[in-house]
């Protein structure tokens, strides 16, 4: 599906409508992309954040981009990878789903996502590629308003394993 592009790269850098943050339920930042976003956009992105009091696994929240190339930030918590018996499969699911959602009731027609919950929260990269692009796929079916969505991968075996599940499903 052309509408999905695979790329490799730093999401604080890309210039679309909007750029998702691997989050946690605090919003209050961290580590690895989420970060890396909150240094780019700078002390407005936490002060935002700070007057949405949390988030739910699963779920989305949006903020303006503030210092960003990128015109929002969507927030997500994704799943703690345990042993795929609490349910992690179907709430990384939701995490882009809930993402896209927001994206299109703000008009987004660019979103770019990083690897969600494959970092610190070690869900195993090869089944959350093949969840991520199959819901993205399912998402842009019923939802034209969305010109692109591209998975921007920090290094190259992440990217060897989106390329793959984006293949499986052509
Ligand atoms: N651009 C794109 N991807 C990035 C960037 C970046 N600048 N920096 C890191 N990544 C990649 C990582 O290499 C990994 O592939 O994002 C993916 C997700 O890894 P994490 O950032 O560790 O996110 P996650 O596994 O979802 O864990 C979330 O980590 O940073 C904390 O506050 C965050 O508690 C939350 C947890």
């Known amino acids: 599906m052309s509408r999905i592009e695979i790329i490799q790269g730093d999401i604080t850098k890309q210039a679309v409508d909007a750029i998702v943050n691997a ?25 935002e954040c700070r007057t949405l009091h949390g988030c739910r696994t699963g779920e989305a929240k949006l903020t303006k981009g503030y210092c960003l190339p990128a015109r929002y930030v969507i927030h997500t918590p994704g799943p703690v990878w345990h ?9 990384l699911a939701s995490c882009y789903r809930s993402c896209l959602t927001l994206a299109a009731e703000h008009g987004c027609e660019t979103v770019d ?24 796929a399912d998402f ?12 921007v991968c920090f290094d190259a075996r992440t990217k060897a394993y989106y390329d793959e599940a984006l293949e499986e499903l052509t």
């Open 113 to 136: 996502f990083p690897s969600i919950s494959t970092g610190v929260y070690h869900f195993p990269l090869e089944k959350a590629s093949r969840i991520a692009i199959a819901t993205i």
């Open 83 to 91: 042993s795929g018996d609490r349910g992690e499969e179907a709430l």
């Open 140 to 151: 842009l079916a019923e939802h034209p308003e969305i010109k692109r969505v591209r998975m």
């Open 23 to 47: 989050a946690n339920t605090s919003l209050l930042g961290g580590g690895g992309v989420d970060g890396a976003i909150h240094r780019a956009a700078g002390p407005e992105l936490l002060a």
